[in-house]
């Protein structure tokens, strides 16, 4: 099956029980067993549910894997691959990304003895100078948030090869709509559900998705051990908003170069991040990765400080101020004093992420509104 019909249909069969299209919402913690160990596949909600196993299936699907996990959060599916290591051991990861990922690495895992090195990845030998004798895990993110970096997934998968590392890729920005990492070598993929997958700002879920049955077994018994799992409503909700991840990523693509174009021109606007521009960086990779550019987009104002940055966002009415992305309505943030708070402020500025920095969340609305309002709010 093509991705369009996956996201549909992949991994999904009508309920056993009633025939019905969409798997029932099983709410439910137990299942009865005739004699100890005679159950229908079931036993606890914890360790596996119907529902969630649907979401499951169609998660695999979709990123072209074998073996898909749903958890709570995205936060929580970072969290079970990070309990794949023990103390000693070494990760590898952009130093552009999710606020909640640094702290989760710094705050968390540091004091159970792993280490984690944060680099750039825009050029493979700031990864090599990192890696030695106890390095497990390379983390990347692509397009880094909020910074829209774009790393080669294939040249780092060829490196973590060769130095017998696994290489774990959050593709919550790009979907596998717009790039499938495990095609292009990576051992895992992860998701905060939340975003695109969900689609409709209405669930926290997250995703892991492999192809190797040894790993997979190791992180199902993460997952039934640490228990971050994904309940039955909220599976319900990220396989919903699965089956329209194409129609509405199209828009948001469509919506987002129109915006990304509109703000470069503006006069008012000093810099843009989107990856589909030909003067980005790692735009070259970006073509040969990605089959789009998506609906992410960062921009700094000429001049501006950070309450020049508060003053645009305050003012935008279509764009909603609010944490969060990839919803069907318009996002706008502040990384520096929200989704990147987290991260000390020399740190942040490092990888880019300024006082002055807005990040847009293009929705699937009509972008003329959308362009109208960032007029106003631009001034
Ligand atoms: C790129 C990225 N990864 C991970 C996360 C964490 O996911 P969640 O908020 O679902 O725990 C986020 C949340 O914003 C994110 O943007």
């Not at 030695?132 to 910074?147: D, Q, S």
């Not at 039955?232 to 990220?238: E, G, K």
């Not at 318009?330 to 992420?353: C, D, N, W």
């Amino acid at each position: 099956m093509k991705f369009n019909s996956k996201t549909i249909h992949g991994g999904q069969e009508p309920d056993a029980a009633y025939g019905s299209v969409m798997p029932p919402i099983y709410q439910t913690s137990t299942y009865a067993q005739s004699t100890p160990g005679g159950h229908k596949g079931y036993e606890y909600s914890r360790s596996a549910n119907p529902t969630r196993t649907a979401l499951e299936r169609s998660l695999a699907s979709i990123e072209n894997g074998v073996y898909g996990l749903a958890f709570a959060s995205g936060l929580s599916a970072i969290d079970a691959v990070i309990k794949l290591l023990k103390p000693g051991d070494e990760v590898i990861s952009t130093n552009d990304l999710y606020g909640g990922s640094y702290r989760l690495f710094k705050q968390v895992f540091e004091k159970y003895g792993i280490r984690f090195h944060f680099t750039g990845m825009g050029q493979l030998d700031k990864i090599e100078e990192n890696i030695n004798a106890n390095t497990r895990l390379i983390w990347v993110e692509t397009p880094t948030n909020p910074m829209m970096n774009v790393i080669n997934i294939k040249a780092v998968s060829k490196l973590a090869r060769n130095h017998n590392i696994l290489l774990a890729v959050d593709n919550t920005f790009a979907t596998p709509y717009l790039q499938r990492p495990l095609e292009l070598g990576a051992d895992i993929v992860m998701h905060s559900a939340t975003k695109y997958l969900g689609g409709h700002s209405d669930v926290v879920a997250g995703a892991l998705v492999v192809r190797d049955k040894v790993l997979a077994e190791q992180l199902y018994f993460i997952q039934n051990a640490s228990g971050a799992i994904c309940g039955p409503m909220d599976s319900f909700l990220v396989l919903r908003g699965i089956k329209t991840l194409h129609v509405r990523m199209q828009r948001h693509c469509e919506n987002g170069e129109a915006i990304a174009h509109y703000l470069k021109k503006h006069p008012k606007i000093e810099k843009v991040y989107w990856p589909g521009f030909e003067d980005h960086p790692n735009h070259e990779v970006a073509r040969e990765q990605m089959t789009g550019f998506g609906g992410m987009i960062s921009f700094i104002p000429k001049g501006a400080t950070f309450k020049d940055a508060i003053a645009i966002v305050e003012k935008l009415r279509v764009f909603t101020l609010a944490e969060s992305l990839g919803g069907v309505e318009s996002l706008a943030g502040h990384p520096a004093s929200m989704t990147h708070a987290s991260i000390p402020k020399e740190e942040r500025e490092k990888s880019g992420v300024l006082d002055s920095l807005v990040r847009l969340s293009v929705g699937i609305e009509d972008v003329d509104d959308l362009i109208a309002d960032l007029e106003q709010a631009i001034g």
